[in-house]
């Protein structure tokens, strides 16, 4: 899979809608009920092969009031797919919209003392405690894909196929721009390839207390991970901060592992060596939460990629460390068809569907606009587990 990654001025030119000139969204057409309803029981006829029913739609789209229906139930069915189909990034990174493809601020705010301090009678209030805030920023970038349809396709009653594949597929590359979008989070990705040769060393370093280990992900490695966090301490209040909710993020290999971990409700243990002492008690992970991110295996290159696992906080806890970010009003992909198909001799406009001016091919363009961008290292880990 390739997805064209526009950034920098190119993306501010593309921000806004009139930029797009040739193009039109389906989503805006004006179309009756009646028509609508007609486009969706012959697409549905087609698509399902029913006998007669490619002809009856060909002779439909003859039209250009039932081509314009068409496009748009297309539209339709992609929004409603892309609703339905299942994401993880969003179980383990908080999300944001931004105005524009500028970027924006983000704060993780702290501040020296807890609680307010005691005022004895007649006593000045004591002044505001020392606060502050680091901040990151986290800008969106565009992404998209075109397909074409010959003019002859059309005729021959061979682009149904293609129809029907076509909204499925722009929902499905919109989810997974998301998922590579977040797992740009964990992972050092080319944006060029959607490859990654290892963790985000950027990130992930010891500067921020929190470089990649080489621990494999067992029960007692893992409580010794959530033992560490349980006493850290703010970087900058330097007191003891209460751990969040924590999340488990894998790639499929080590699903089995991570089963194994929680799912038992007894553990038993066993102590010394003269004599053995054997013990049960309650597993203590039986409720701990984890992810199993598909991207990581499809991503991720580095030799370690089947061993690799992350600990992170849960999405809106008080120190989010993850972040993916939509424009405002743009939060679902946009599919629009090519509108250069020039005008007639004797003047009047031309259906996009009939071709466009120099190839005779329909073209159908998704856009989708996502950003990422990392937060507060303080509750992170990641080991290559080797």
């Known amino acids: 899979m390739t997805i064209e990654l526009l950034s920098g001025s190119a993306a501010v030119e593309a921000a806004s809608d009139s930029d797009f000139s040739g193009t039109v ?45 068409a496009a748009k139930e297309l ?66 970038a565009k992404y998209g894909r075109r397909f074409a349809i010959s003019w002859e396709a059309w005729l021959n009653n061979e682009a149904i196929g293609e129809l029907e594949d076509l909204p499925a597929e722009l929902a499905r590359q919109a989810r997974e721009t998301e998922m590579i979008a977040a797992v740009s989070n964990l992972l050092l990705v080319d944006p060029a390839t959607n490859t990654a040769s290892d963790v985000n060393t950027a990130f992930f370093k010891a500067g921020n207390n929190n470089a990649p280990t080489a621990l494999p992900l067992t029960r007692d490695n893992l409580k010794a991970v959530l ?34 971990i929680i799912k038992p409700t007894i553990v038993r243990k066993q102590t010394g060596t003269n004599p053995v002492v054997q013990t049960e008690e309650s597993n203590e992970f039986a409720n701990l939460s984890y992810v199993v991110e ?61 071709g466009s001016f120099e190839i005779d091919d329909i073209q159908y363009r998704g856009r989708h606009i996502v950003g990422n961008q990392q937060g507060d290292p303080l509750f992170t880990y990641v080991s290559r587990g080797a």
């Open 25 to 69: 969204n389906p989503r805006f057409y004006g179309v009756t009920e009646a028509l609508a309803l007609e486009a969706t029981s012959k697409l549905s006829a087609a698509f399902s092969n029913q006998w007669g029913a490619d002809v009856k739609l060909a002779e439909a789209f003859s039209t250009s009031d039932f081509k314009l229906a």
């Open 75 to 140: 539209d339709a069915e992609m929004l409603a797919q892309y609703d339905e189909l299942p994401s993880t990034w969003d179980q383990y990174t908080d999300t944001t919209t931004v105005r524009d493809f500028r970027p924006k601020r983000l704060q993780s705010r702290w501040r020296s003392t807890i609680g307010m301090a005691r005022v004895p009678e007649l006593t000045e209030y004591p002044a505001d405690d020392r606060r502050g805030a680091t901040e990151y920023a986290i800008q969106v």
């Open 227 to 260: 033992d560490g966090m349980a006493t850290k301490k703010d970087p900058n209040s330097k007191r003891v901060i209460a751990r969040p909710e924590m999340v488990v993020v894998i790639p499929k290999a080590l699903e089995a592992t991570m089963l194994a």
């Open 294 to 354: 598909p991207m990581l295996d499809f991503v991720n290159t580095h030799a370690a990629a089947a061993t690799t696992w992350f600990v992170l906080p849960k999405p809106r806890s008080t120190r989010p460390a993850m972040w993916v970010a939509k424009l405002a009003g743009h939060e679902q992909p946009d599919l629009r068809v090519k509108a250069d198909t020039g005008n007639r001799i004797g003047g009047g406009q031309i259906s996009a569907l009939e």
